[in-house]
């Protein structure tokens, strides 16, 4: 799909920065245990003058991080043959944002894990706190988005899509 090598580099660059960001929030929670992963980089830095960049920061994540992830989706085709495939992976980079948005944007980061929310506030009683809460919720997001991507990676729009990147990738390659 993005025939330009420099842009085709640009994006395995922003994407890798973006997988590395989402790698590092899950990790921090899993490490840490905290009910909010921000908290433990913005403690530290509180009454400081470098809260309000920490902040803004973790506030543009929610876009970048968005934006990175997408640039994956986008380059997905030129390897992966499958449509199904590339919307099963697809789906999990959306699920992987959905639970680094969830940890690491306070409140705003819920919005697209509504449904593992839900799951959760059930199973942890109400609570909304602890892993019987966290842990449904970031299970959830990864298994409904990965199976939501596979569902529309069957979509004829979708199968051109791949199809099309995917000649395009061959007419890329060189010749023998």
Known sequence: MLRNRFLRL??????GLCLTWVGVVHATYFVTGEREVPEVWIAPLRGTAAIYPAVALLFFQYF?????????????????????LVGLLAGLLVGLWANTEFLAVPYCGACASLPGAMLGTVLSGGEN????????????????????GWCLG???????WVRRAESGAAADRPRD
């Open 154 to 160: 069957w979509l004829p729009f979708v199968r051109r």
């Open 64 to 84: 970048f991080v968005a934006f990175g992830l997408f640039l994956g989706i986008l380059l997905l085709p030129s390897w992966a043959r499958s449509p199904a």
């Open 10 to 15: 640009a994006s395995v660059i922003i994407f």
């Open 129 to 148: 706190r602890g892993p019987g809460y966290y842990v449904p919720v970031l299970l959830t997001n990864v298994l409904l988005w990965s199976l939501t």
